[in-house]
């Protein structure tokens, strides 16, 4: 019998919704909005924060980049402290897609750069071939044509069996775009017709901004009529009102197209109604190639004077739109700087309120929130862990045959031998619990390898050279040793099956490990 677990149900239902982004992104942003909701405010996991980034991935194009950025950016941080790569590998993907919005191809190619480089090997094919996109594009915006084809043909390769998904549709468009830019109008034309091929095969709608992209590159090699097809649909308002950013760059290049053949009043219609579309939706960057073509439109009617005027408007247009582009890198970037510091100051005080100012080991605080953690992995099909209670036999002789000073000394130097236990083992921890009590944290040890260096610990406390501290008296201690999930895999089990061993230890005599 197959036992299918909370964790896996969230899994599934978390893939689900990452995938119907590709499918519908209104329908993933209400599934991931009702989710969220479910989790509640309180909720502090890696699922709440994926589902916020998957929400800002959707909204990218509705709204303002820089508060996105900001947002992505502080649950960056998150992921980087708690080793969440998956989530590490959407942040830099939904960052990579903000710089490349606003002009800024060297951090769009960063991020993509390292969206990949995190892209774990469960990942999905879909999942592979989003991040492969999104680096093919920034290394085509970088001027990289060589390094972005063999991206988009690496992304298409891994979903070339998904019909039910657009990113092949949508990486097709990219890639047919990206050979547009760079006069490759063979290789642009070869994209389009595998996009329109792939059309008709799966009778699927082409969408507004691959219309777009055909149009443009049927324009080059003259296959005017059928590019004219291709962004009619734009001059219908349900579509327009609906795609207003991809209708706008289509009724720009429609009235372009009208424009070159001499049909100077339907260029004239379709370049008010891209004016009109362009207002309504605060487009600054279309309403600015929108009186570039008027003014192109008044001089092929012979009207100078108002195709001066225009030009004039265009450029003053041009130069706000430019110092507007600027403006913006400058608050995301200053926005993800100021994240950036305030989380890095949000560390150091955390760190300090997480560690014993005497010795430098981490303190209970510490302890009840990372073996919380590490127990639930364990639950949940994770790696075993083993645990010791480390207490120093007779400590209050030292403090009254010396001082509280030499005592100290003692347990710093205590202190610095468990960190060099510990650091034998990725992820140990060494803490310090109160008086002369410690605890140490091992993860993914069995029981044999506990042993091992449990036993070598109380073996080197014993024989460090405590002369010049302590002159004639000796410090040892005695230690109790705990296994999870042999012992228990929560937190006061194991701890109490510790404690146990150690009163053990402590009344069969001091210096002595006492295992399960």
């Not at 708690?82 to 897609?97: K, M, N, W």
Request: proline share 3%; net charge negative; charged share 25%.
């Amino acid at each position: 019998m197959v036992v299918v677990t909370g964790r896996d149900r969230d899994t599934a239902r978390l893939a689900s919704i990452e995938r119907q982004f590709w499918i519908d992104r209104d329908v993933a942003l209400e599934a991931a909005e009702a989710w969220l909701a479910e989790l509640g405010a309180g909720d502090p996991g890696a699922i709440s924060r994926r589902l916020i980034v998957l929400i800002a991935a959707v909204r990218i194009h509705r709204t303002e980049p820089g508060q996105i950025a900001t947002d992505v950016q502080s649950i960056l941080g998150w992921a980087e402290q708690h080793d969440e790569v998956a989530l590490q590998s959407r942040c830099h993907d939904v960052l990579g897609s903000v710089f490349e919005m606003v002009g800024d191809p060297a951090l769009a190619l960063e991020h993509a750069v390292k969206a990949n480089n995190l892209l774990d090997a469960s990942e999905t094919p879909l999942m592979r071939a989003a991040a492969r996109k999104c680096l093919a594009d920034a290394l085509g915006s970088a001027g990289s044509l060589d390094e972005a084809r063999r991206r988009y043909a690496d992304a298409l390769r891994l979903v070339i069996d998904d019909p039910e998904t657009n990113i092949r549709y949508i990486i097709l468009n990219n890639l047919a775009y990206t050979e547009h830019l760079a006069h490759n109008q063979v290789e642009a034309l070869a994209a389009v017709d595998r996009l329109v091929g792939l059309s008709e095969l799966s009778d699927r709608q082409i969408g507004m901004s691959a219309r777009d992209t055909i149009a443009r590159v049927y324009l080059t090699v003259g296959r005017n009529d059928e590019a004219e097809r291709m962004l009619l649909p734009a001059m219908d308002p349900a579509i327009s009102d609906a795609h207003p950013d991809s209708s706008a760059a289509a009724l720009v290049a429609l009235a372009q197209l009208y424009r070159t053949e001499g049909r100077l009043e339907q260029a004239q219609l379709v370049i008010d109604r891209c004016r009109d579309l362009s207002r309504r939706n605060g487009l600054n960057r279309w309403a600015t190639e929108t009186t570039r073509e008027q003014a192109e439109i008044y001089a092929a009617n012979e009207d100078y004077r108002a195709a001066f005027e225009a030009y004039r408007h265009f450029h003053e247009q041009h130069e706000a739109l430019s110092a507007s582009e600027n403006e913006s890198r400058g608050r995301i970037l200053d926005a993800m700087f100021q994240t950036a510091e305030s989380r890095r100051e949000s560390d150091r005080y955390r760190e300090l309120a997480e560690r014993d100012p005497l010795t430098g080991l981490h303190n209970r605080r510490f302890v009840d929130e990372h073996l919380g953690v590490a127990l639930m992995r364990l639950r949940e099909g994770g790696p075993e862990l083993a645990v010791a209670m480390v207490d120093l036999d007779h400590f209050k002789r030292i403090n009254d045959t010396f001082s509280h000073e030499v005592g100290d000394e003692v347990l710093r130097t205590v202190g610095r031998i468990l960190i060099d236990a510990v650091g034998a083992v990725p992820g140990g921890i060494a803490a310090r619990l109160g008086g002369e009590e410690f605890l140490l944290i091992l993860p993914d040890t069995p029981a044999d390898r506990a042993r091992d260096i449990f036993d070598e610990l109380g073996c080197t406390i014993a024989d460090h050279d405590w002369w010049p501290i302590t002159a004639n008296l000796p410090v040892t201690a005695s230690i109790g040793v705990a296994l999870a999930p042999l012992d228990g895999d929560h937190s006061s089990d194991l701890l109490r099956a510790a404690d146990t061993r150690l009163y053990v230890a402590k009344q069969a005599g001091r210096n002595q490990v006492v295992h399960a």
